[in-house]
């Protein structure tokens, strides 16, 4: 860590800075800090009496990157506006956090504000910011006060009040119920200025560049370079409560593909994060389609194949305001029972997600990571979750969706574990030139409910990284896309379902021609591969799938490139 310090007309500040961290988190430090200072109008010069660059401009860049040392002075200038004060979220507008190119030393060309890539669930994550989350009560028997009295009976509750978790069966605290729990602990019965990040990323990485007196590892090392002893436990709380399939018929057609073939299928989750009232400060995942990319499916599994377009189906999903959220399999063997019914394979005595399922959800994780200013890497853990699709106790089919902990992502970062013959266990690795495992064990209940360590290696029981969340379908569904689309899904040729221009001409014929058969995710990823459509045509596309305006539909269908469009795919049929 390094210390920044910040001149103002409201004084000077000191600000503690990791050098790889973005310099976003700094200036989130530091417009907390000052009084009704506006983002937009405020600027930073590594020069006193001199301009410098906008704020916002700086971030995107680690501290590092824009030349940034230990001590180092910064000068802030610019207006301030009552309006538009910083707020928790810090350099913001509109709720998306701005970033750009700009180091301090060298100006380079600048991304516009729509241009970015917002953060996934940023909306909610802001909400739950400015809220105190306080679990409301009703008067009781035992208050004996006015209606406008509190007491201990029906005063509210912080939202990771434990016995209000047992009472209302919850089984873990919400991320943002425990952000705050750190948090009350950390700073707010702090007494000192400064702010303790709440949020520590688990490093479980040798440093391979430590030279404390030693030579680098593996010919030397010391307390210093080397990760600590490491105990695992189960993870009390989620990054993610629930998941939410916005309509039956989006897992039901996933579904069909096994149904129709016997292999097994993988998808990933486009949708978006929203908040889920069941759970104090809750977060659900709310799926809205299924994308399939390029894979090789085989009945007792998937292998995936390089997915091209990815970038592709990422940015229409982001115009459309949604994001990867996870990802899905089906794990199907029919019961042979004749009546629609599969086999239970996974249950509590063996196991919910197997070993090599562990790995691969903590290495999605870890390639998703949640941005937030309270962890002193500007990361922390994901909410990217991990949803199998198999049998039930009673035949039926269904999803089961988790997390891995953050433990798991740090263990997969560090190479510090692999898949064994067992699916319920995993080994811990050996030593080598580049890692060094140190001692890992794991705490349980026994049989007399007391808390006991035991040794992790040479195997440990995937259990104890494990995080369940819970699912459901909406009572009255409100699908983003049109769920009745008959349009082909993407990589099914080998059960004869083909994306191509004759499948869009008939598609588009067979349509009620108002727009409601553009609204598919399959369509719109097939379309913008095809390239035929101008930039400033597929955004219109996209503005009307988003916004169902009549006068974006009347702009596409009007423009020479979707009458292009039609006349290639009604030549090819």
């Avoid at 040392?69 to 350099?91: E, Q, W």
């Avoid at 998306?96 to 100006?107: D, E, Q, R, W």
């Avoid at 089919?397 to 953050?406: E, H, L, N, Y």
């Amino acid at each position: 860590m390094i210390i920044l310090r910040f001149r103002s007309k409201d004084g000077m500040f000191r600000i503690s800075a990791d050098p790889q961290a973005d310099f976003l988190l700094v200036l989130e430090e530091l417009f907390n800090k000052l009084k009704n200072q506006d983002p937009q109008l405020t600027y930073i010069s590594d020069k006193p009496g001199q301009k410098g660059e906008l704020a916002n401009s700086l971030c995107g860049k680690s501290v590092e990157l824009l030349g940034l040392k230990n001590g180092d002075m910064l000068y802030v200038t610019g207006g301030a506006s009552a309006s538009t004060a910083a707020s928790a979220g810090g350099v913001s507008v509109s709720g998306n956090t701005v970033s750009g190119t700009v180091s301090i030393a060298n100006t380079v060309d600048i991304k516009k504000p729509d241009e970015l890539k917002p953060s996934a669930g940023s909306e909610v994550d802001a909400a739950y910011e400015k809220s105190d989350g306080l679990i409301k009560r009703p008067r009781s028997t035992y208050c004996r006060h006015g209606d406008k009295g509190m007491c201990e009976y029906c005063s509210p509750l912080p939202p990771w009040d434990a016995n209000y978790r047992k009472e209302n069966s919850i089984k873990h605290m919400s991320f943002h119920a425990h952000l705050k729990e750190l948090n009350d602990a950390k700073n707010n019965r702090n007494n000192a200025s400064s702010y303790i990040h709440p949020l520590d990323e688990a490093n479980y990485k040798i440093d391979l560049t430590c030279t404390n007196g030693h030579k680098a590892y593996p010919r030397g090392i010391c307390s210093k370079c080397q990760p600590s002893p490491i105990t695992l436990q189960l993870q009390k709380f989620r990054m993610v409560d629930h998941v939410e399939y916005s309509d039956f018929h989006i897992l039901n057609k996933f579904i069909d593909s096994w149904r129709q073939t016997g292999v097994q299928r993988y998808g990933v989750l486009y949708g978006r994060y929203e908040a889920f009232d069941k759970v104090p400060l809750g977060i659900k995942a709310v799926v809205e389609a299924i994308y399939e990319p390029p894979q090789a499916g085989e009945a007792d599994g998937i292998t995936l194949l390089p997915w091209e377009n990815q970038e592709q189906i990422d940015s229409v999903a982001q115009l459309l305001g949604m994001y990867q959220v996870g990802v899905v399999f089906t794990d199907l063997t029919d019961s042979g029972n004749n009546d629609g019914t599969v086999l239970c394979k996974r249950h509590k005595d063996s196991y919910f997600l197997t070993n090599l399922e562990i790995l691969m959800a903590a290495r999605n994780q870890a390639a998703h990571p949640l941005t937030t200013r309270h962890s002193s890497s500007g990361k922390y853990s994901s909410k990217f979750v991990t949803s199998v699709i198999s049998g039930g106790l009673k035949g039926e089919i269904g999803p089961r969706s988790f997390q891995v902990s953050a433990s798991a992502e740090a263990l997969v970062k560090a190479e510090i574990m692999s898949a064994s013959t067992q699916p319920s266990k995993l080994l811990v690795n050996s030593n080598n030139d580049t890692r060094y495992v140190p001692d890992i064990s794991y705490l349980e209940i026994n049989e007399y409910g007391l808390e006991v360590k035991s040794n992790a290696k040479p195997a440990f029981p995937v259990d104890f990284l494990l995080v369940s969340l819970t699912d459901s379908f909406p009572l009255e569904p409100k699908p983003f896309f049109n769920s009745s689309s008959s349009f082909p899904i993407e990589n099914r040729d080998f059960m004869g379902e083909l994306q191509n221009l004759p499948q869009l001409y008939l598609y588009l014929n067979g349509g009620a021609g108002n727009g409601e058969n553009l609204c598919d995710l399959h369509f719109l990823g097939f379309v913008a591969k095809t390239g035929i459509l101008g930039p400033d045509e597929l955004q219109s596309m996209l503005r009307y799938v988003k916004d169902r305006d009549e006068g974006d539909y009347l702009q596409l269908v009007e423009s020479p490139g979707w009458m292009t469009l039609l006349t290639i795919a009604e030549q090819s049929s």
